[in-house]
Nanobody, 121 residues
Framework: QLQASGGGLVQAGGSLRLSCKASGPIFRVNELAWYQQAPGKQRELVGSITHYGFTHYADFVKGRFTISSGNDGVTFYLQMSNLKPEDAAVYYC?????????????????WGQGTQVTVSS
């Protein structure tokens, strides 16, 4: 239902763009969030974007990461710049999805499978 992609190996200071695409019948994606989980640590919110385009970022990525949505309304991006070794983690997308117009009061929540980001120093 959510497919994340775009992870890889990048040098410190470099950039990487992750993608997350929702599939299936979709009336609206209410909100799409990106999380990171480093080894031995809890999953942590990186940021999010709402259907109306409002974005929120964790302090540790402000000014370096940007979340955006594609014109199709079901593809979302996490543009990561000036990457640091501490940004290395598995990145997950999470979406709240309205499947049908008649189910706006029953959003469904999905997680993507995660994509690995490795940052070399």
């Amino acid at each position: 239902q959510l497919q994340a992609s775009g992870g890889g190996l990048v040098q410190a200071g470099g950039s990487l763009r992750l993608s997350c695409k929702a599939s299936g019948p979709i009336f609206r994606v209410n909100e799409l969030a990106w999380y990171q989980q480093a080894p031995g640590k809890q999953r942590e919110l990186v940021g999010s974007i709402t259907h109306y385009g409002f974005t929120h970022y964790a302090d540790f990525v402000k000014g370096r990461f940007t979340i955006s949505s594609g014109n199709d309304g079901v593809t979302f991006y996490l543009q990561m710049s000036n990457l640091k070794p501490e940004d290395a983690a598995v990145y997950y997308c999470n979406a709240e999805i309205i499947r049908e117009w008649g189910k706006v009061d029953r959003p469904e929540n999905y997680w993507g499978q995660g994509t690995q980001v490795t940052v070399s120093s």
